[in-house]
């Protein structure tokens, strides 16, 4: 099993010190996952000590280390995006929307862009930039791909389309898809991505990744249950796993 979207350092809440990885890595142990991916947000770059990473990861036995990043795709900063993504030897590369038009879709604190933008609109742009995400060629997975749920505003329309036209993108893009737990602790109470997107995904034979999105060490694998009844129910036997920005062997669930 894997965790391939998480964070030690988080919201600058710790430093990323040997102890504090390994920590990770003793509640992985506990919680039967074999390889941990730490995904730090792309602008606490300065943060990532990979010094501490390395000796981490050498001094971890039972669970294999990778090194990604988190990096928060905004249409129009590419070149910031691609320089990001090759600043540090990253085993893979998550692409993340987090925004429409520059402002957070996913603050608790601020939710004034639903009030302020028809949400049937909101969603198309939120997709769009999805598709932008998986096509640019910068990622090898894309996170939490339908976030913009997070706060239980949904347009009265059908979705289904633009539904499909990303999973079709994706699918193109040849991108992994983050399966990720975190939504089950958020307002909207169900993983990312929903039922009926994973169902578009698993038609269109997109592989996945599995994902607790920690902050915390005791959050690491939480939500697996749910998680893995999921993609099992879809059809899913297996994840995929990376190692320097390539593909390696899937591991069955």
Known sequence: MIDYHLHVVAHDDRPMTVENILEYCGVAKSRGIKQLGITEH????????IGAFVEARDKSKDVALRLGIEIDYVSGNEEEM???SGELPYD??????HRVDKREVDRATDQSIYEEYETYELYEAYFRNVRESALSGMFEVIGHPDLIKIFRHAP???ITPMLEETADAIAESGVVVDVNSAGL???IGEIYPSRR???MFFERDVPIILSSDAHAANEVGAGYEESIQLV???GYREVATFKDRD???SLSL
């Open 92 to 97: 893979y590369v998550i692409g993340s929307v």
């Open 82 to 84: 691609f320089n990001i």
């Open 42 to 49: 792309d602008r606490y770059l300065d943060k990532i000590d």
């Open 156 to 158: 009265d329309e059908d």
């Open 185 to 187: 602790r958020k307002p």
């Open 247 to 249: 593909r390696m062997e």
């Open 197 to 199: 997107f994973l169902e």
């Open 232 to 234: 099992k129910s879809v």
